[in-house]
């Protein structure tokens, strides 16, 4: 995927306020573990967070956006969603992909977390 589609996708997750939803759900899912596993220490949150964080989380929302949208339709939808029409409902566009993408994710976090706690 080049630049210019990745900043369109990334400017179509901002207007329909997914951009935010999924850092919120991102910073969520840290909030959790963090007080989940309490043996893993920040150092190791950090590590976490840089490896698989928000940036990686959404890497993969994108990489969906990508998957199944041309340019022309991210545009399209981009003009849809800042029309008056388009600011009246939400996004529910790939919901049930995206929904395994966050689930995927939350999985593989709590895993690794998991591992770092040292349960059994």
């Known amino acids: 995927m080049n630049n ?3 900043y369109l996708i990334a400017q179509l997750l901002k207007i329909t306020n997914e951009w935010n939803a999924y850092k919120l ?3 969520h899912a840290f909030f959790i573990l963090r007080a989940r596993y309490k043996n893993v ?3 190791e949150f950090d590590k976490l967070s840089k490896e698989l ?3 990686h989380y959404l890497d993969k929302i994108v990489d969906i956006y990508d998957k199944y949208l041309t340019s022309d339709d991210i545009k ?3 003009a849809f969603y800042t029309s008056p029409l388009g600011k009246k409902i939400g996004n529910t566009m790939l919901l049930n992909e995206l929904s395994n993408v966050a689930k995927n994710w939350a999985e593989t976090l709590n895993e690794k ?3 770092l706690n040292g349960d059994i």
């Open 41 to 43: 220490s920040e150092q």
């Open 76 to 78: 399209s939808l981009t």
């Open 113 to 115: 977390c998991f591992n």
């Open 53 to 55: 964080g928000f940036e």
């Open 4 to 6: 210019q589609k990745k």
């Open 25 to 27: 759900s991102a910073d």
